[in-house]
Nanobody, 125 residues
Framework: QVQLVESGGGSVQAGGSLRLSCAAS????????MGWFRQAPGKEREGVATIDSGSGSTYYADSVKGRFTISQDNAGNTLYLQMNSLKPEDTAMYYC??????????????????WGKGTLVTISS
């Protein structure tokens, strides 16, 4: 079992920044993808950014490239998402999730094994 707890959400104006954190505990996989997904009202959950545990490679959705940065602490216990130049369309519940195995893309939502409860991000124009 893996427990994931997100924090750092809030309300900011367009153009602002937020930093999300995800604290992971429990038995992690030897190799995994971990990342951030989001779900806006009335929309499907989508992948935002993920990191591969072995290579450290990162993957981003086109909509956030150049604005968001995913990172992980050295111990692999905390995942971060630095979000800059935020837009109203970034408004969503943001979830931390992890999937076993090696992924060279953002894994499909259906393949993520463990999820946090989410943290709400609201961007006003």
């Amino acid at each position: 079992q893996v427990q994931l707890v997100e924090s750092g959400g809030g309300s900011v104006q367009a153009g602002g920044s937020l930093r999300l954190s995800c604290a992971a505990s429990g038995n992690t996989y030897s190799r995994y993808s971990m990342g951030w997904f989001r779900q806006a009202p009335g929309k499907e959950r989508e992948g935002v950014a993920t990191i591969d545990s072995g290579s450290g490679s990162t993957y981003y959705a086109d909509s956030v490239k150049g604005r968001f940065t995913i990172s992980q602490d050295n111990a692999g216990n905390t995942l971060y998402l630095q979000m800059n130049s935020l837009k109203p369309e970034d408004t969503a519940m943001y979830y931390c999730a992890t999937a076993p195995g090696v992924w060279i893309i953002i894994p499909p939502t259906s393949r993520m094994r463990y999820w946090g409860k989410g943290t709400l991000v609201t961007i006003s124009s």
